[in-house]
């Protein structure tokens, strides 16, 4: 790929700024989401399961209602952190480049994956 055609991948600042906006409230409905999971399923509902447990198989079941809601928590703990990486990489200058390549990542990549770190050739090779 020449230079030029290189450069014109490249997002503009306006671009840019949208693309933080959109990760930043991202990253707060996230974090309100993390909050209401843990209010809601974790708060009394979790505590009720504890208290009523009398037998094995109450136990088990809020064992693995306790280990699925985590799951999903942790799942959305990764994407804020994801989000943060590539907030820091937009104010760095460094956004929108394949750390492994240097290549700029497609804009159709990130516009559905906003957080990619990796071009989409790069990733291929990664997950084989």
């Not at 409905?29 to 037998?55: F, N, S």
Request: proline share 2%; with cysteine.
């Amino acid at each position: 790929m020449s230079a030029k055609k290189q450069e014109r991948n490249r997002l503009t600042d306006i671009g840019l700024e949208t693309i933080k906006n959109d990760l930043l409230e991202r990253k707060k409905k996230l974090w309100d989401e993390i909050d209401d999971d843990i209010d809601e399923d974790v708060g009394e509902e979790h505590q009720e399961l504890i208290q009523t447990a009398k037998d094995g198989g109450d136990r088990g079941f809020a064992e693995l209602r306790d280990s699925t809601i985590f799951a999903l928590i942790k799942l959305k703990v990764k994407e804020v952190e994801k989000i943060e990486e590539a907030i820091q990489r937009i104010e760095k200058g460094k956004y929108g480049r394949c750390q492994d390549c240097s290549r700029w990542i497609s804009p159709a990549r990130l516009q559905v994956q906003p957080f990619a770190v990796r071009c989409r050739s790069c990733q291929e090779k990664l997950e084989k």
